[in-house]
């Protein structure tokens, strides 16, 4: 069997959470035994990479944002597809117009992250090691592979990443 790197169990975990519907109960029963293997995995990889020290940045971040963005009639931010306020309206994910003072946003981030530096270069040693780990096998990555036989239909695309997930059998293929 070919070993796993460790950036493909980010891979596996995304199309899991896309296919985990779509079979019946013995290859769901399969493929939520590997996700647990692959979670425990993630959790550990993550915690090199201070993801929590990256997500309190962000969070902090955004709330000074918040503060100079555009916010609609209930007082949510107002997002955009793309930069400055260009283009439709999105919910979820998008870009904020900053109405506010920009001066005074660019100098009030400037020195969050100048009382924050410390950390951010910590978050970004790690992130950078992190990556460059990814490319390294998994270690103790222990799972059975899942019967080609009992896979439901999956796009090409979630074929492709689940490849080495599945029995094959003697074909290999």
């Excluded at 998008?94 to 530096?117: M, Q, R, T, W, Y």
């Excluded at 896979?151 to 990443?161: E, G, N, R």
């Amino acid at each position: 069997m070919e070993a796993i790197k460790k950036k493909e169990l980010y891979l596996f975990k995304q199309v899991i959470e896309q296919i985990k519907e779509k079979g019946d109960n013995d290859f769901t029963y399969r493929l939520i035994l590997i996700e647990m293997e692959i979670d425990k995995h993630i959790s550990i990889l993550d915690k090199f990479k201070k993801q929590e020290e990256s997500e309190k940045l962000q969070k902090d971040r955004e709330q000074i944002l918040i503060k100079y963005a555009e916010k609609d009639e209930q007082g949510h931010v107002v997002l955009y597809e793309n930069e400055g306020g260009l283009g439709q309206r999105v919910t979820g994910r998008g870009f904020p117009s900053i109405v506010g003072d920009a001066k005074e946003l660019n100098a009030e981030l400037e020195k969050f992250l100048e009382e924050n530096k410390k950390v951010v270069a910590l978050c970004e040693t790690a992130f950078n090691k992190w990556s460059k780990d990814l490319d390294q096998d998994a270690v103790e990555f222990n799972f059975k592979p899942i019967p080609k036989e009992i896979l439901p239909k999956l796009t090409y695309d979630q074929y492709k990443v689940m490849f080495k997930l599945i029995d094959h059998g003697n074909s290999g293929i």
